[in-house]
């Protein structure tokens, strides 16, 4: 027996509506060295309606896939919109892939325009004769002389002189919106191809109070790049609520995010880990401007923030540091950590080492922990396994590319190992490809990690497994030393912490440590370069 | 082209399984003369799933409709969950209906079996001669001896011995869920017949940090009745959300809830508008006790509260009123005030005039006002006209019973005038059938009602239309004093106020104004009562 209910689907285009009606004066503040721009929703709305008759005029329909190759502003969030409420897909393409890598990406998608910014036109030209289903190329901006594409256009002419479309086409809410492609460090990228359905209830869910709490009276400072897994559903969650969105517009730097902070009271700033680090040395360096006085909460995100970064921003300018978890494939965020902790409490080491973990799933996720053999484990803050994960916005399959081992029972393998603690928080431990097995136990080169990030002469570190004849592996650590430090004196901090067996026997130190493009630390390189063939490297899961 | 995302469905067990596991010791309070119970979300799910298994070892399954006829406690709680998890549909029955009307509803939904309050259990036996589908009754709490039905059970025992149901069926999320009949004064009660989806979408929405923000650190006292339109969604909320949920128990007084709020902390409460005020009678009758530090927000429903309501709580006990609107066709919230003005600020004319004000459309919910004719009116703080709304928990029909005129273009008519501000406010001005027509002008009988309330002397209040024979329709004010006060006062109070000819040329002084079941005024009875036939009420839509 079915509910008498409305058959009203999710789509993107109630978001919109809800912003451009509900929240018609809402701003939308893209940065810019000449004077930021202020756009309300209400505008943001009318040039949307107007990109998806321009869209239409160049020959995309439903189901065609569009890339945009773009900084995070205001034209890149018309198209997060305009795109997929048209019925298209947005591929937010990553400028920080390797040619080869963004050739087959676009390839592999069937990508039929671009949006590009003007600054990322020449990484386009570059893979241009190995493109082979783009038809139409829109600058953000100036289309400079001599571009060679045939059917190019400057993105605000043809915006500027089409007409809204004043009603957005419905279709059914499983219909896909976005495609994002994986920055896995092994093999070529996967496609993760969104769904109305599953973006608008990601970003339902990110607006829970319990959970990132976006309402209409934050103010985000987005420094998470929109060309990775949609900006972690921010955007879409911003305009859900009403929020003010600060966008910090092309290649910004630290100094320029701290700027924009001050200049528009933002509440909350979004930014990976390592922007974060960036933030803090740069007001740091800079004597402690500019004035930080409205910002309460900096999200970070791409991997665990440590303990001592998440208590430097409690302690220094009283921000609360929240983080959670999640991976491209669940759109991304499943859990979040409590946003209600005061950052005085924070001084406190028992509440510090609760909201270091990755916090609670989010509504609508349901997650377990099971043992190599698949059996369930219990939550008791002990127990670690790999983190299974079901929820309408976790990937069922990648596109066009079978993987027998990416599920197990319906529920997404993620690879992560985890705890749960009876209180419902999750705490990753390691990937459990990064996990070093030394003499039949487990160490975890994460929580190695960040407790050399923890040791004030430390600026980042790294920790590896590498092969040993006696103990099957043992952990290296790479470390890029802030002061004057030797590896025995880190050896002893890490003694201090851990069972004996798990502190590395050698410590190198290093001037840089390899991330990906999206600044997650690269273990395949730093085993590269440390002369360990991925052929050498046991598999450990 | 489809996204690739699991095919999860948006079922109630959801939302069981993260009160379950992720908040398994939070608590559910009931209230009890004899000491209140506290209960953990886990054995909660304990005892939910066996309730699945019990139901079903009495006969019922999916799809069957079983009616519930209690108070807020623990054992409603459970049937909330147990009853739609297996899929069946929970008809919550409301013990104000006449015995009538009592019938009526449990025929035309065709209950195979209640869960009855003992004290209840007599105005179910006063009626079971009529009754021609119930098989069995379950007694939440002794079986009285010479209880006559013939499949009765005690439902502790039933449930005590019942094995968990380890695992929740899969099923369309489209499935019926609950059943709720609307308290119409005029005919007979209509079913609305809520589904999973639409059940889990308004959950989600009022966890909304803009709207009604229910969070994990929520400890909600909820006094509007579990038999009355879900409880506005709170305990479906409050499970999502894991927030502490504190149910009154059997019969509550005004002077109970206060008790509940100070022993448990409660820092929002939950109540119809008129037992806000009875609460606040009590409290100010008891001399400012009990203790009401706690409370941070009461939410008022079933009507709108008047500005000198929310101003008293504000200056009072530094309490913030906070208000919606919505309908049984709208599960039933459709629109939230904004949780996060200060009662403080409420001092101020400006943003107390807002927060009375009906708030926001929450997420997922569109709405626009439109004249006689059906065009659209812009929101521009002036122009009123009935409101329509659609969303993903809005009825699309009543159950077996064709209404033609409920709705226009797939939106739901809600039979509301009311106001758009540019903000994005709404304010509800009256029904369309209580508006008076006066001389080819409309008069809003709800904006001389709250200006009534809002004088000292005024208890209670309500304005209806009488025939006119100069101006086809004149209002006329019947008041309950709360002092020395007169007609002309009265008068002179609203004609401070309004136009000269909305000031009511008669005002009556009475005991008792009538209420329906539900607490809202029964306008139809003081038409009634002065002697106005409804033939003789002229169509004002």
Not at 182 to 203: E, F, I, M
Not at 287 to 307: E, H, I, K, M
Not at 513 to 531: F, H, M, N, Q
Request: net charge negative.
């Amino acid at each position: 027996m079915d509910g008498l209910m409305m058959d009203r689907q999710l789509l993107l285009s109630r978001l919109l509506w809800r912003a451009e009606r509900v929240f018609a004066d809402r701003a939308v503040i893209t940065g810019a060295p000449t004077g930021d721009e202020r756009f309300t929703y209400a505008r943001l709305g009318d040039r949307v309606r107007r990109l998806v008759t321009a869209l239409r005029e160049v020959g995309i329909g439903p189901g065609d896939r569009v890339l945009s190759l773009a900084w995070n502003s205001r034209r890149h969030l018309e198209a997060y919109f305009a795109v997929p409420c048209m019925g298209a897909v947005l591929h937010t393409g990553n400028h920080r892939l390797s040619p080869e890598q963004l050739a087959y990406t676009i390839n592999h998608a069937g990508d039929r325009a671009v949006l590009v910014a003007p600054d990322l036109l020449g990484l386009l030209e570059s893979v241009r004769d190995r493109l082979h289903t783009v038809e139409a190329v829109l600058v953000l901006g100036e289309v400079p002389a001599g571009c060679g594409w045939e059917n190019v256009y400057a993105y605000d002419d043809l915006v500027g002189r089409s007409v809204p479309a004043r009603e957005l086409p419905e279709f059914p809410e499983t219909t896909a919106a976005a495609l994002c492609y994986t920055s896995g460090t092994t093999g070529d990228p996967k496609g993760v191809l969104y769904s109305h359905r599953s973006t608008v209830l990601h970003a339902l869910a990110l607006c829970a109070a319990g959970s990132a709490a976006i309402g209409p009276d934050e103010r985000i400072l987005l420094a998470t790049p929109m060309s990775h897994v949609n900006a972690w559903g921010v955007p879409y969650a911003a305009a859900l609520a009403g929020a003010t969105l600060i966008l910090p517009g092309t290649h910004p730097r630290p100094e320029d995010l701290l700027r924009l902070i001050q200049d528009h009271g933002a509440s909350t700033a979004v930014a990976a880990v390592t922007v974060g680090t960036m933030m803090r040395r740069a007001w740091e360096a800079a004597g402690g401007v500019p004035d930080l006085t409205a910002l309460q909460r900096l999200w970070l995100g791409g991997s665990a923030p440590s303990a001592a970064e998440i208590e430097w921003w409690a302690r220094t300018v009283d921000v609360r540091v929240v983080n959670g978890w999640g991976m491209t494939e669940t759109s991304p965020m499943a859990t979040f950590s409590s946003a209600a902790t005061r950052p005085d409490e924070l001084l406190d080491p028992g509440v510090l080492d609760v909201q270091a973990r990755q916090g609670r799933p989010l509504p609508l996720v349901e997650m377990r922990i099971v043992a190599a053999d698949g059996t369930e484990l219990p939550w008791d803050g002990q127990s670690s396994g790999e983190l299974e994960v079901t929820a309408p916005w976790v990937a069922s399959a990648y596109l066009d590319r079978p993987d027998p081992d990416s599920h197990r029972d319906g529920r997404l393998r993620t690879g992560d190992v985890a705890v749960f603690h009876p209180d419902g928080t999750m705490q990753v431990k390691d990937r459990t490809k990064d996990l070093v097995k030394s003499g039949g136990e487990w160490i975890s080169s994460v929580e190695l990690e960040n407790a050399l990030l923890g040791h004030p002469d430390v600026e980042d570190a790294v920790v590896v497994a590498v092969p040993d004849p006696t103990w099957v592996e043992r952990p290296v650590a790479c470390v890029v030393a802030a002061g004057n430090v030797t590896g025995d004196d880190l050896r002893f901090h890490l003694a201090e912490r851990f069972p004996r067996f798990w502190v590395p026997d050698t410590v190198l130190f290093v001037d840089t440590i390899p991330r990906t493009s999206v600044g997650k630390l690269d273990k395949k390189r730093v085993r590269a370069e440390l002369g360990i063939t991925d052929d050498t490297a046991p598999v450990t899961s």
